[in-house]
């Protein structure tokens, strides 16, 4: 794989990320600052690192279960793992400026 094919893939996994939803805040996971890690190797396997707004999520694992399956259907990935990880602590200053306006943080 090509570096610029290597970087289509992290942009499209990107894209993917920004269709996935916690059902309790009306905004996507990566603009949230909930996304860590992409990690696409050339073979195009997959790591991401991710967290929540709190550890005790009760939609932890559909959310979890979302990210790996539309990151896995994603053109150029052969295997996708997702890594719940809570160090560094999420705060609202990870999150998009749109999605600080979004939620009334500006």
Sequence with gaps: MTQEEHSQIEQRIIEVLKTV??????????????IYKIDVDMEGKTDIDMTFTAPS???AD????DVRTKVAAVTGVTSATVNMVFEP??????MTEEARVELGFE
């Design 62 to 65: 559909f959310i979890i279960e």
């Design 89 to 94: 602590e999420w705060d609202k200053s990870m």
């Design 57 to 59: 999520c009760p939609a």
């Design 21 to 34: 939803f916690d059902p309790e805040i009306p905004v996507n996971i990566y603009d949230l600052g909930l």
